[in-house]
């Protein structure tokens, strides 16, 4: 198992061989997790849209019916604000 060294100012290098391995450039971020004792090192994502998208399959329903009747659920919510606004501007006019 490679090891390291905290230097004086609590700072590490990572052994050449791991960084390689899971494809770490210069100037790439990590997040640093806390677990118990141990200090958990994840590369962080360089585009956050593409890291997230698709995690949330079924969130709003499986099928396109589902979705619609969610989404007619809660825009069917913003119909009434909505409505007194145009309402007000089209009396202001």
Do not use: C
């Not at 061989?17 to 994840?42: F, N, T, W």
């Not at 589902?66 to 809660?74: C, T």
Request: proline letters at 6%; glycine letters at 10%; hydrophobic letters at 30%.
């Amino acid at each position: 198992m490679p090891k390291t060294t905290i230097s004086s100012k609590y700072q590490i290098t990572l052994p050449a061989r791991l960084v390689r391995e899971i494809g770490l450039k210069p100037g790439d971020q990590l997040a640093v997790e806390l677990k118990g004792l141990r200090l958990i090192l994840h590369p962080r994502p360089k585009d956050w849209v593409s890291f997230t998208a698709g995690s949330m399959p079924g969130y709003y329903g499986k099928t396109k019916e589902e979705i619609d009747a969610y989404l007619r659920e809660v825009r069917g919510s913003w119909g009434t604000y909505l409505d007194d606004e145009e309402g007000e501007q089209s009396r202001s006019s």
